[in-house]
């Protein structure tokens, strides 16, 4: 498994833990990174919606947890916007008649810093959820989380 495929899960799972759109985030490096930032935020909030409802959340709770999801859409997005850039350089070196090794372990440092930011942000708003939801709320999302691996097939 690479070390993408590997925060990807983790994003997947910490979505439902989090109520966040950590999982939809990491989406975003697919299927769904064409559509925009409004696009996944749209779909975010509406799984975090259907998770708070879930859970019983107060409206506080719902607050708290909207600026921990908006937090990590900003982070995905810085996170696109600089693969991006590394790949638009590794593309127009490739293109050259000698390949400079210096922009490929830019690139690759690029990324790993970026994943290395995201981790431990996803660790953060993890923290921050669990001490924002109450132990009974906790227990509903590890169940929730349980039965969506159960259900999953995605990465097999």
Request: some cysteine; glycine content about 8%; proline content about 1%.
């Amino acid at each position: 498994m690479t070390r993408l495929t590997s925060v990807l899960k983790v994003s997947a799972l910490a979505v439902l833990l989090s109520g966040t759109v950590i999982g939809l985030a990491g989406f975003g490096f697919g299927r769904f990174h064409c559509h925009g930032q409004k696009f996944m935020k749209k779909i975010a909030d509406a799984h975090v919606e259907e998770v708070m409802d879930k859970i019983d959340a107060t409206p506080d709770q719902g607050q708290k947890v909207s600026a921990m999801e908006d937090k990590l859409i900003a982070d995905f997005k810085a996170i696109r916007t600089a693969h991006r850039d590394s790949l638009a350089k590794v593309a127009e070196q490739f293109g050259q008649d000698t390949m400079d090794a210096s922009v490929l372990d830019a690139a690759k440092a690029q990324n790993q810093q970026s994943l290395e930011q995201v981790q431990g942000d996803i660790r953060q708003s993890l923290q921050e959820l669990h001490d924002v939801l109450t132990p009974a709320q906790r227990q509903q999302l590890a169940t929730l989380v349980k039965g969506h691996l159960a259900e999953s097939d995605c990465g097999e």
